[in-house]
């Protein structure tokens, strides 16, 4: 049973940061993180390989996220930086048996429960 779990969400003002963790049980996956705000699609936000070394971003995010992974910890994170407004939604982390990083959320086998991330103007 996989299972993950994601942690580190709030609320914080805009230009603020936050770090969101997300750990896995057993395996070291290909890993996703996606968001859906009230009323919109779930939409890709980062991803990342097993090893680290390759990672993809979505235009909306990039420069201002950084997904990284610690592989003895079985936890991946995601960095998020100045912060907006419309990156308030809920955020989950995904996982995926295939090595690609794929942009729909179909491709990916496990999900999280998901966090909060609330940005005030």
């Known amino acids: 049973q996989v299972q993950l779990v994601e942690s580190g969400g709030g609320l914080v003002q805009a230009g603020g940061s936050l770090r969101l963790s997300c750990a896995a049980s057993g395996r070291t996956f290909t890993m996703g993180w996606f968001r859906q705000a009230p009323g919109k699609e779930r939409e890709f936000v980062a991803g990342?390989?097993?090893?680290?070394?390759?990672?993809n971003y979505a235009g909306s995010v990039k420069g201002r996220f950084t997904s990284s992974r610690d592989n003895a910890k079985n936890t991946v994170y995601l960095q998020t930086n100045s912060l907006k407004p419309e990156d308030t939604a809920v955020y989950y982390c995904a996982a995926r048996w295939g090595s690609s990083l794929p942009w729909g959320p179909d491709e990916y086998d496990y999900w999280g429960q998901g966090t909060q991330v609330t940005v005030s103007s």
């Open positions: 990342l390989n097993r090893s680290g070394g390759s990672t």
